[in-house]
């Protein structure tokens, strides 16, 4: 059974970067059927999907992120990152780690049980 | 502004059937991408409840079911009860953004 766990820092300062990282049991990285991505909730709101990266192939990244974001896999940890500079109080949400096939239907099957990174001085 | 549109907030009374709604556009939906349907209750991550707009999962009661249509979808709930209170959100990939994109969720209160 495949299971999902977010880890890092919970508290980060305005204009610094985020960087939080996901641990998969169940599956492999390298398992091309799949994406590996990152979806966001901020406190009272609905989810973000902002990024989604694949083993062999390229990341991509929602227009929201406006280019500070990066996702990238450790085949060799099984496991896979995300990080986000510049923040700001608006990157505060829970950040769930996904994943999600990689052809149709497109839709997300797992997920980790999020990690709240709050963004304050 | 999501790229999906649904209801903020729903109701029913338990037994009664409620529908969901979930709004696209012809980058999304109406190209013919598939729908589906998340629950997520208070403090827990969203659950897979529908897949390819009418299928689902092991272990979703029979009372959910699912549609799509043009640039829209829905979800059904039948004999409503107390523990479908959730927000529900609906999910597709956009070709205009090159992603995936969810709505904005619609809280479903079991009066």
């Known amino acids: 059974q495949l299971q999902l766990q977010e880890s890092g820092p919970r508290l980060v300062k305005p204009s610094e970067t985020l960087s939080l990282t996901c641990s998969v049991s169940g599956d492999s990285t390298t398992n091309s059927d799949y994406y590996w991505g990152w979806v966001r909730q901020p406190p009272g709101k609905g989810l973000e999907w902002i990024a989604s990266s694949i083993y062999g192939g390229i990341a991509y990244y929602s227009p929201s992120l406006t280019g500070r974001g990066t996702v990238s896999l450790d085949t060799s940890n099984n496991q896979f990152s995300l990080q986000v500079v510049s923040l700001t109080a608006a990157d505060t949400a829970l950040y769930f780690c996904?994943?999600?096939?990689?052809?149709?239907?497109?839709?997300?099957?797992?997920w980790g049980q999020g990690a709240l990174v709050t963004v304050s001085s | 502004q999501s790229l999906l549109t649904q209801p903020p907030s729903v109701s029913g009374a338990p037994g009664q059937r409620v529908t969901l709604s979930c709004t696209g556009g012809?980058?999304?939906?109406?190209?013919?991408?598939?729908v589906h349907w998340y629950q997520q209750l208070p403090g827990s991550p969203p659950k897979l409840l529908i897949y390819k707009n009418t299928i689902r999962p092991s272990g979703v009661p029979d009372r959910f079911s699912g549609s799509k249509s043009d640039t829209s979808a829905s979800l059904a709930i039948t004999g409503l009860q107390a523990e479908d209170e959730a927000t529900y959100y609906c999910q597709s990939y956009d070709s205009s953004v090159t992603g995936w994109v969810f709505g904005g969720g619609t809280t479903l209160t079991v009066l």
């Open positions: 012809s980058a999304n939906i109406g190209t013919g991408y598939d």
């Open positions: 996904t994943r999600h096939h990689a052809r149709p239907p497109y839709n997300f099957d797992s």
